[in-house]
């Protein structure tokens, strides 16, 4: 039997609310051992053992937070009697968390995220059976070199492309216009796609984790936003991520105050967008004098993550542009 870790940070799965209710309810309020107690079948699959490396409302989730997480992980998956890695999580940042584990962990066993919509008092919790299926997908040997992957409604993700699209439904996730790397039927895996996109072992982020990660800020573009918000933020941030409108744009406005704390701070800008799916090219019209780093298909959020760990190698706007090509 393969030997498969918990690691446990909290979220809706260990929710606890009014029993029955599907919502008001606090996440991060039991243990993951509770959890895998109600679910006696999930035995049969593997050798399981659990960490509780944390128990918050993912929310609180931050960059101390996530090299923490990505620290013991590569701890443990060094481990030659470990096969693979589940990690629970909640539901509201479990992608820019799958994404960091995507950039950091240096191993290419499985590494699958889940968690769930309802809290683990509700009828019909969707948690269980998410944590189910996710230790299943880690003992699969397909599942090897496939980047860190979220399970969630028989569906598989990848870290990198995982987004949340519903705030309400079970069925919370999507992954752009990529579709999904496969599904499940129970505890069976069905791959079908693959990520080209660099991660895990190949990713020059998981060969040595920073001890700390610099500030970098995300500004929504709306139209009529007030240009100084760049100008404030950048005196306390070494880059800001604009989530643009349309193909990651903003006012004429916007441009020159851009220009101005490019010039004059140093600041580095990431041109994403605000629309969900689509991919944000350089354009010399938004951008004329070459300060920004497009963010091809990652949110305003994913952008952020991969900058914070580009900026501990490399602050080369050309070296730059090119991670953000090839993660
Ligand atoms: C959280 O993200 O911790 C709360 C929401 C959820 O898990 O669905």
Same mark, same amino acid.
């Given at each position: 039997?393969?030997?498969?870790?918990?690691?446990?940070?909290?979220?809706?799965?260990?929710?606890?609310?009014?029993?029955?209710?599907?919502?008001?309810?606090?996440?991060?309020?039991?243990?993951?051992?509770?959890?895998?107690?109600?679910?006696?079948?999930?035995?049969?699959?593997?050798?399981?053992?659990?960490?509780?490396?944390?128990?918050?409302?993912?929310?609180?989730?931050?960059?101390?937070?996530?090299?923490?997480?990505?620290?013991?992980?590569?701890? !443990?998956?060094?481990?030659?009697?470990?096969?693979? %890695? @589940?990690?629970?999580? #909640?539901?509201?940042?479990?992608?820019?968390?799958? /994404?960091?584990?995507?950039?950091?962990?240096?191993?290419?066993?499985?590494?699958?995220?889940?968690?769930?919509?309802?809290?683990?008092?509700?009828?019909?919790?969707?948690?269980?059976?998410?944590?189910?299926?996710?230790?299943?997908?880690?003992?699969?040997?397909?599942?090897?070199?496939?980047?860190?992957?979220?399970?969630?409604?028989?569906?598989?993700?990848?870290?990198?492309?995982?987004?949340?699209?519903?705030?309400?439904?079970?069925?919370?996730?999507?992954?752009?216009?990529?579709?999904?790397?496969?599904?499940?039927?129970?505890?069976?895996?069905?791959?079908?796609?693959?990520?080209?996109?660099?991660?895990?072992?190949?990713?020059?982020?998981?060969?040595? !984790?920073?001890?700390?990660?610099?500030?970098?800020? %995300? @500004?929504?573009?709306? #139209?009529?936003?007030?240009?100084?918000?760049?100008? /404030?933020?950048?005196?306390?941030?070494?880059?800001?991520?604009?989530?643009?409108?349309?193909?990651?744009?903003?006012?004429?406005?916007?441009?020159?105050?851009?220009?101005?704390?490019?010039?004059?701070?140093?600041?580095?800008?990431?041109?994403?967008?605000?629309?969900?799916?689509?991919?944000?090219?350089?354009?010399?019209?938004?951008?004329?004098?070459?300060?920004?780093?497009?963010?091809?298909?990652?949110?305003?959020?994913?952008?952020?993550?991969?900058?914070?760990?580009?900026?501990?190698?490399?602050?080369?706007?050309?070296?730059?542009?090119?991670?953000?090509?090839?993660?």
């Amino acid at each position: 039997m393969k030997h498969i870790v918990v690691v446990a940070t909290g979220g809706t799965i260990a929710g606890i609310g009014e029993k029955g209710k599907t919502v008001v309810y606090h996440a991060g309020e039991i243990r993951v051992a509770e959890i895998l107690s109600s679910i006696p079948s999930v035995q049969h699959l593997a050798h399981i053992t659990e960490e509780q490396l944390m128990n918050v409302d993912s929310n609180e989730m931050n960059e101390e937070n996530w090299l923490f997480l990505a620290n013991r992980i590569n701890e !443990l998956i060094q481990r030659d009697d470990v096969d693979g %890695i @589940v990690v629970t999580h #909640g539901t509201d940042t479990i992608e820019e968390t799958a /994404y960091f584990l995507n950039l950091t962990i240096h191993s290419d066993k499985p590494v699958v995220m889940t968690g769930a919509m309802r809290p683990a008092s509700a009828t019909s919790a969707d948690g269980p059976y998410n944590l189910y299926q996710a230790i299943a997908l880690a003992t699969c040997d397909d599942a090897r070199n496939q980047g860190v992957m979220v399970l969630f409604s028989n569906t598989i993700y990848s870290g990198r492309d995982i987004q949340k699209v519903n705030n309400y439904k079970i069925d919370a996730f999507d992954q752009k216009s990529f579709g999904c790397l496969g599904y499940m039927q129970d505890e069976k895996v069905y791959f079908f796609s693959k990520t080209f996109k660099t991660h895990t072992h190949d990713s020059i982020f998981s060969e040595h !984790l920073p001890e700390k990660l610099p500030r970098v800020a %995300i @500004v929504y573009y709306y #139209g009529g936003a007030d240009a100084h918000i760049l100008e /404030y933020l950048s005196a306390s941030h070494e880059a800001i991520i604009i989530a643009g409108s349309g193909n990651g744009n903003y006012s004429k406005e916007w441009m020159n105050m851009i220009d101005h704390c490019a010039n004059e701070k140093g600041t580095i800008f990431v041109r994403a967008s605000r629309v969900p799916l689509g991919i944000v090219f350089n354009d010399h019209v938004f951008d004329p004098h070459e300060h920004c780093i497009a963010a091809n298909t990652l949110s305003a959020q994913k952008a952020r993550i991969l900058l914070s760990l580009a900026l501990t190698q490399t602050h080369d706007i050309n070296e730059l542009k090119e991670i953000f090509r090839q993660y």
